[in-house]
């Protein structure tokens, strides 16, 4: 084993050792700070295809047993709005917000983020 075998080995042993300090690289080490975020930005997608595969079933259902029009309507509204909260529900879950880890969960976010307002400014 040569020495620059062995400073190569020292390199990644101390880079496992000090793998926390990429998060604060990530998170407070730009140039340019990101946006600010909401919750509604985390959950959009799964609320949204939460509440369309809702309102798509119930309203189905409400139009096959009932043909009443009154209550397709409602049966979709409510599909649509149960919809959306069991896809917020999933949004948590998918993304791991509601671990321990609160770390990790957060730089997985960022990653998100970072991902979604770079394709905003193509």
Same mark, same amino acid.
């Given at each position: 084993?040569?020495i620059?075998?062995?400073?190569?080995?020292?390199? /990644?042993?101390?880079? *496992?050792?000090?793998? $926390?300090? %990429?998060? $604060?690289?990530? #998170?407070?080490g730009?140039?340019?700070?990101?946006?600010?975020?909401s919750d509604? %930005?985390v959950? @959009?997608?799964?609320?949204?295809?939460?509440?369309?595969?809702?309102? +798509?079933?119930?309203?189905? #259902?409400? $139009?096959k047993?009932?043909?009443?029009?009154?209550? #397709?309507?409602? +049966?979709?509204? $409510?599909g649509?709005?149960?919809?959306a909260?069991?896809?917020?529900?999933?949004?948590?879950?998918?993304? /791991?917000?509601?671990?321990?880890d609160? /770390?990790?969960?957060?730089? *997985?976010?960022?990653?998100w983020w @970072? %991902?979604k307002?770079?394709? /905003?400014?193509?």
């Amino acid at each position: 084993m040569g020495i620059g075998e062995h400073f190569e080995g020292l390199k /990644q042993h101390w880079a *496992r050792n000090f793998a $926390f300090l %990429d998060y $604060f690289k990530k #998170v407070y080490g730009r140039a340019e700070p990101l946006p600010k975020w909401s919750d509604a %930005d985390v959950e @959009e997608k799964f609320a949204l295809a939460g509440a369309l595969a809702g309102a +798509a079933h119930l309203g189905g #259902v409400a $139009f096959k047993y009932s043909k009443a029009p009154h209550g #397709v309507v409602l +049966a979709t509204g $409510f599909g649509a709005i149960t919809g959306a909260v069991l896809g917020s529900e999933v949004a948590e879950h998918w993304y /791991q917000l509601y671990k321990m880890d609160k /770390q990790g969960a957060n730089l *997985r976010f960022i990653y998100w983020w @970072e %991902d979604k307002v770079s394709g /905003q400014k193509s």
